[in-house]
């Protein structure tokens, strides 16, 4: 009974989300970039709580996320977390308004989310230098967003699919 209280436990779940989050951003991330398109698991994962658990988790999983993010660069610290804390309240709280049932508005959604981060995080650390903006956006921003979408919408996919086949064997 003590164990599988423990297995339960959102904390549990929550630290064992950031410790794979860690490892897979310091050691896979670079496996996996398509021509500068890097997949933003942790964006992913932001959206993934907003829409599926809410404004609480959302807030604080991108308020710790985006702070140990900003600790690899501690000349912008706070504006990651700033960034991402905007983002899972400004989803969790207006997920009413959004339609997500189907697989095209979860990957818009994603690809708006993975666009707004690098948008913000980037008008700042470049002070507002637009010619360097609109060509980080084009060159790595948009194929991001992409691919970020990409696998967000695969994951969903699976997961409907393989709840829909654990319903059906009930």
Same mark, same amino acid.
């Given at each position: 009974?003590l ?16 410790? %794979? ?5 310091s ?9 500068? $398109? ?5 964006i ?19 308020? !710790? ?23 899972? %309240? $400004? ?21 708006? $989310? ?18 360097s903006? $609109?060509? !980080?956006?084009? *060159? ?18 699976w *997961? ?11």
């Amino acid at each position: 009974m003590l164990f599988e209280n423990i297995f339960y436990s959102r904390i549990i779940n929550f630290l064992i989300l950031f410790f %794979f989050l860690l490892f897979f951003q310091s050691l896979i991330s670079d496996w996996i970039t398509i021509k500068g $398109a890097r997949l933003d698991l942790g964006i992913f994962i932001l959206v993934y709580l907003a829409l599926n658990y809410g404004a609480t988790e959302a807030v604080i999983f991108g308020f !710790i996320w985006g702070l140990l993010l900003d600790v690899f660069n501690p000349s912008l610290l706070g504006l990651g977390t700033l960034t991402k804390v905007i983002l899972g %309240f $400004a989803l969790a709280n207006f997920k009413s308004q959004l339609y997500f049932e189907t697989s095209l508005p979860r990957a818009l959604i994603i690809f708006g $989310a993975v666009v707004f981060n690098e948008l913000i995080y980037n008008l700042v650390a470049l002070n507002a230098n637009f010619t360097s903006l $609109a060509n !980080i956006f084009f *060159r790595f921003t948009l194929p991001s967003a992409l691919y970020t979408s990409l696998v967000g919408t695969l994951f969903w996919l699976w *997961r409907d699919r393989t709840h829909t086949l654990k319903a059906g064997v009930k």
